[in-house]
């Protein structure tokens, strides 16, 4: 059974930092595309982030620069950097696990940034 853990989130101040985690368990993690949506209250959810099996990274604009997303495959676990966060990055960010045209998904952890 898929499992997939997000945590990290919390409240930030704007220009502030937080990095989420994503832990995956029954899968053979090496072997998934690993990425993060976010879904803002009133608006459809929207991509953010992929990173391959083989590591490479894909952003939306909106984060290009100061999202890093990353993984530790000994760890089975998919990280999310966020830096110069916006009130505009105020949203759920939800992990999730591809692999042959098929997606598992976390659970989601809140992000606020507020002053």
């Known amino acids: 059974q898929v499992q997939l853990v997000d945590s990290g989130g919390g409240l930030v101040q704007p220009g502030g930092s937080l990095r989420l985690s994503c832990a995956a368990s029954g899968i053979i993690f090496r072997f998934y595309a690993m990425g993060w949506h976010r879904q803002a209250p009133g608006r459809q959810r929207e991509w953010v982030a992929t990173?391959?099996?083989?590591?490479?990274?894909n952003y939306a604009d909106s984060v290009k620069g100061r999202f890093t997303i990353s993984r530790d495959n000994a760890k089975n676990t998919v990280y999310l950097q966020m830096n110069s966060l916006k009130p505009e990055d105020t949203a759920v960010y939800y992990c999730?696990?591809?692999?042959?045209?098929?997606?598992?998904w976390g659970q989601g952890t809140q992000v606020t940034v507020s002053s």
């Open positions: 999730y696990a591809a692999r042959l045209g098929h997606d598992d």
């Open positions: 990173i391959t099996s083989s590591g490479i990274q």
